[in-house]
């Protein structure tokens, strides 16, 4: 048996360093992990109030600089440059861009079909084993006939395995991009992609084989922001959300986050880009829907630190939930909170089948998610396997028709979300965990 097992929970860095949260990981600053070439020249974003100045690009030209990418519409553009301040104006502001690590698995583990549990249930395909599937109603709402039919939803990630039996049929190749210059295809060595297994969770394709998506029928217009490690630029993943938005997405999911200090160099500018750009995916009709992360951190006291892009006003910012010991009952409660799971009532929008592992007992990893991987399918855990599940039901949501406004499509959501914890919005459920209504 072919199997991977990793638990690091030192998850995502802190952009900008030192973010006053209890047990937070260390980061030595805003260029750790920065773009530069070494030669004094490096990467800006020049992030500017409505639109970039006209005649932007001849300005760089002038400067004898590189204009690498550039979205006029909302005033940001990336620069290659040793001289930054040249772009310092009363409405654009500069910040070196930076990568830092995104995304975390938390835990996987591949599938081995012969180490099944005790009691199998209704063995139809690998669906029997997507418990998270029937915590948020998804099979009623397919009867119903509403199956995602209609949707498109952009998944912003790492490589994917484009190849894949359960995605194919699914996938707008025409649409789907790289950002990262590395190519879409998932690459490496290590067998378990983050992205295939988002976007698995989603629409894997309901076609007799394998697993099935919470929206088996939606449209995926995958789109690489992160390489295949989890590590990503800002400017990347803004790029990413302006272009999902541009190309009609319906939903934009992404099982990504990071942290961002205010008060520390460069914090402050990155966080207003971000808020700009996601509002601007709003007015297109996109309805943006996050991670809340994976360090147990309550988001209600993080000081002047927020982990983006979940919390930020425009996104759903989505926590983790988890079922204990499902390979042996197979009825249990499936709406625990996941252990590692970031909260908050002021953050958490909604609660959504994360899966857990933190369990000291065989089978333990029936608790954790299944979906595609690269050329397999794996069990992950973490708030990105709980993203998907939400962006799902927001697919299914779309599909019934009429009102597709992001507004409407959340609305929709808070009203058929399941209340739990205390009444009303909790700090580990937000409005709810995430429902189709059925």
Known sequence: MNTKYVASFALTALIAGGCAVEGAPDFDGPNANTQGTGSGVSKYMVSCTGKLPNGFAGTVAGNGDTLLHSMPNVGLALVETANPTAYETKKCEVAEDVSIEWVDPGATFELDQEANPPSQGDDEGLFWMQWGH?????????????????????????????????????INYALSVDFTGEGLQYTLPDPFSHG?????????????????????DAELVLIKVLSDEGYGSFYDIMAGIIYAADVGSDVISMSLGGYVCKSLPGGGKFLSALNRVVNYAGQQGSLVIASAGNDGYDLDHMQDCEHVPSDLSS?????????????????????LPAHYTNYGQSEIAFAAPGGDYDFPYNYWWYDMVLSTGNNSWYWSAG??????????????????????????VLSEMRKR?????????????GKGRVSSGY
């Not at 295939?196 to 088996?216: E, K, L, R, W």
């Not at 990105?384 to 599909?399: F, K, R, Y």
Request: hydrophobic share 40%.
């Open 134 to 170: 029937d915590a948020v109603n998804a099979p009623e709402a397919w009867n119903a006939g509403v199956r995602g039919q209609g949707a498109r939803v952009a998944v912003l990630d790492t490589g994917f395995d484009l190849a894949h039996p359960d995605l194919v049929p699914n």
């Open 196 to 216: 295939t297994h988002t976007a698995g969770t989603i629409a894997a394709a309901d076609n007799g084989f394998g697993t099935i998506g919470v929206a088996p």
């Open 315 to 335: 996104v759903v910012s989505t926590s983790a939930t988890a079922p204990e010991g499902w390979a042996y009952d197979m009825n249990p409660d499936l709406d």
């Open 383 to 408: 708030t990105s396997m709980a993203t998907p599940h939400a962006a799902g039901i927001a697919a299914l949501i779309i599909s019934e028709g009429g009102n597709t406004s992001p507004a409407h």
């Open 417 to 429: 979300a399941d209340d739990l914890g205390k009444p009303g919005k909790d700090d580990y459920y």
